[in-house]
């Protein structure tokens, strides 16, 4: 009988990192970028037929075919203007001056943090599409304990991480507890626990007591001061902390008792019974683990970045989250560089529309195009093997011309 894909049939395996070689993970890189590569390639086609100048010029081509080299000269100047102007306009969004680079590593910390409790779910067999409600809760508490609670600064702060980061747990473990109590699929549970947490959240913003003052909005105030990360140079210091993390997570699943049980189990579940494990413990402490690491994507916003809790307020974090995990390949090092570049990109969307008038879709559709080549690398692969086919072809013919 046919078995039913698992996350290690999406995303290979990772060896132990005392054991890796250049031959092992350097094809996993050459197929990544090369599938950003492709995404680009296609978002720049997009770019190109999108341009007013583009398709005037292209319009006249058709209808004047006799000036093919006047026309025909147009549409590739204003196409490579076009594709210029849109990415040049993306990286001076994303890196281009301090406040830029700023917004990014803003953008980014709430999806490495959301992205590592995806993967670490990925590594213990596990697909967590509820990164959005453990993070929507977790928001809810970490912002009811800040602009509610009078304490001491730094204590303040530190009690609204916990609370946030709790109830974030909370939420993951409930996952794992019915998973292995009752064989309730994580992506059934996980998905209806979205749109849970989202109504809870809604119920409680609809109370007195979590309401902006003279507000009949579903909005709370936001946090105090004394609840927030502090700056340093304009950023905050939350954003070092998804960096070390990451770095905690990949003791866990290298170093740690847990992390072998966590890939013992993702591997094979029924042999590790076999050896004395307990899948119904790792459940829950992985997807515990994975809503902690939810609720602090959502403690990068509202304490990060000061803002009150609405049921938007993560925006699209958690689902963002899925797609950084799986281009991070399910490792701690690999989510931290993808949530990086998806920090970019969405960051250096908004000067592309700024500068260049193209619409912010755009970014979402390379986004889209990277996460779908990333997980075809067969596709990848092939189109490489052809190139490389090719590239040997020709150096035959040469060499067998140059033995004749």
């Given at each position: 009988?046919?078995?039913?894909?698992?996350?290690?049939?999406?995303?290979?395996?990772?060896e132990?990192?005392?054991?890796?070689?250049?031959?092992?993970?350097?094809?996993?890189?050459?197929?990544?970028?090369?599938?950003?590569?492709l995404?680009l390639?296609?978002?720049?086609?997009?770019?190109?037929?999108?341009?007013?100048?583009?398709?005037?010029?292209?319009?006249?081509l058709?209808?004047?075919?006799g000036?093919?080299?006047?026309?025909?000269?147009?549409?590739?100047?204003y196409?490579?203007?076009?594709?210029?102007?849109?990415?040049?306009?993306?990286?001076?969004?994303a890196?281009?001056?301090?406040?830029?680079?700023?917004?990014?590593?803003?953008?980014?910390?709430?999806?490495?943090?959301?992205?590592?409790?995806?993967?670490?779910a990925?590594r213990?067999?596990?697909?967590?599409?509820?990164?959005?409600?453990?993070?929507?809760?977790?928001a809810?508490?970490?912002?009811?304990?800040?602009?509610?609670?009078?304490?001491?600064?730094g204590?303040?702060?530190?009690a609204?991480?916990?609370?946030?980061?709790?109830?974030?747990?909370?939420?993951?473990?409930?996952?794992?507890?019915?998973?292995?109590?009752s064989?309730?699929h994580e992506?059934?549970?996980?998905?209806?626990?979205?749109?849970?947490?989202?109504f809870?959240?809604?119920?409680?913003?609809?109370?007195?007591?979590?309401?902006?003052?003279?507000?009949?909005?579903?909005?709370?105030?936001?946090p105090?001061?004394s609840?927030?990360?502090?700056?340093?140079?304009?950023?905050?210091l939350?954003?070092?902390?998804?960096?070390?993390?990451?770095a905690?997570?990949?003791?866990?699943?290298?170093?740690?008792?847990?992390?072998?049980?966590?890939?013992?189990?993702g591997?094979?579940?029924?042999?590790?019974?076999?050896?004395?494990?307990?899948?119904?413990?790792?459940?829950?402490?992985v997807?515990?683990?994975?809503?902690?690491?939810?609720?602090?994507?959502?403690?990068?916003?509202?304490?990060?970045?000061?803002?009150?809790?609405?049921?938007?307020?993560?925006?699209?974090?958690?689902?963002?989250?899925?797609?950084?995990?799986?281009?991070?390949?399910?490792?701690?090092l690999?989510?931290?560089?993808?949530?990086?570049?998806?920090?970019?990109?969405?960051?250096?969307?908004l000067g592309?529309?700024a500068?260049?008038?193209?619409?912010?879709e755009?970014?979402?559709?390379?986004?889209?195009?990277?996460?779908?080549?990333?997980?075809?690398?067969?596709?990848?692969?092939?189109?490489g093997?052809?190139?490389r086919?090719?590239?040997k072809?020709?150096?035959?013919?040469?060499?067998e011309?140059?033995?004749?």
């Amino acid at each position: 009988m046919a078995m039913s894909p698992t996350p290690e049939t999406l995303i290979p395996e990772p060896e132990p990192t005392g054991r890796r070689s250049v031959s092992t993970w350097l094809p996993t890189v050459r197929d990544t970028v090369l599938a950003i590569a492709l995404a680009l390639v296609v978002g720049a086609f997009l770019v190109i037929v999108s341009d007013e100048q583009v398709i005037d010029a292209f319009k006249n081509l058709v209808n004047y075919p006799g000036s093919f080299f006047v026309y025909g000269g147009d549409v590739l100047r204003y196409s490579a203007e076009a594709v210029w102007d849109a990415y040049s306009a993306l990286v001076r969004g994303a890196v281009g001056s301090g406040p830029a680079l700023q917004r990014t590593l803003e953008r980014s910390a709430p999806l490495i943090c959301a992205g590592l409790g995806v993967a670490i779910a990925f590594r213990a067999g596990l697909f967590n599409i509820g990164a959005q409600g453990q993070a929507l809760v977790g928001a809810l508490a970490a912002g009811y304990v800040g602009f509610t609670w009078d304490l001491p600064p730094g204590i303040h702060l530190l009690a609204a991480l916990v609370a946030g980061l709790a109830a974030g747990a909370f939420w993951g473990a409930l996952v794992g507890w019915l998973k292995a109590t009752s064989g309730a699929h994580e992506v059934i549970t996980t998905i209806m626990l979205n749109n849970v947490a989202r109504f809870v959240v809604l119920y409680f913003l609809a109370k007195e007591a979590f309401q902006k003052h003279n507000s009949d909005n579903l909005i709370t105030p936001p946090p105090m001061d004394s609840a927030t990360f502090p700056t340093v140079a304009g950023l905050h210091l939350g954003i070092p902390l998804a960096v070390l993390t990451a770095a905690a997570v990949w003791w866990i699943l290298e170093r740690s008792k847990l992390g072998f049980e966590l890939r013992a189990v993702g591997a094979n579940p029924d042999a590790s019974r076999t050896a004395g494990m307990s899948t119904t413990k790792v459940y829950i402490m992985v997807m515990g683990l994975a809503g902690l690491l939810s609720g602090m994507a959502a403690c990068m916003t509202v304490l990060g970045l000061h803002q009150s809790v609405t049921d938007q307020v993560v925006g699209s974090v958690g689902f963002d989250a899925i797609t950084v995990a799986l281009l991070g390949r399910a490792t701690p090092l690999g989510t931290v560089l993808a949530g990086l570049l998806f920090g970019a990109l969405s960051a250096g969307g908004l000067g592309m529309q700024a500068s260049a008038g193209v619409p912010p879709e755009l970014i979402q559709v390379v986004q889209a195009l990277i996460v779908l080549f990333v997980a075809a690398p067969t596709l990848i692969r092939n189109l490489g093997r052809i190139r490389r086919r090719r590239a040997k072809q020709k150096t035959d013919v040469v060499t067998e011309g140059a033995a004749a």
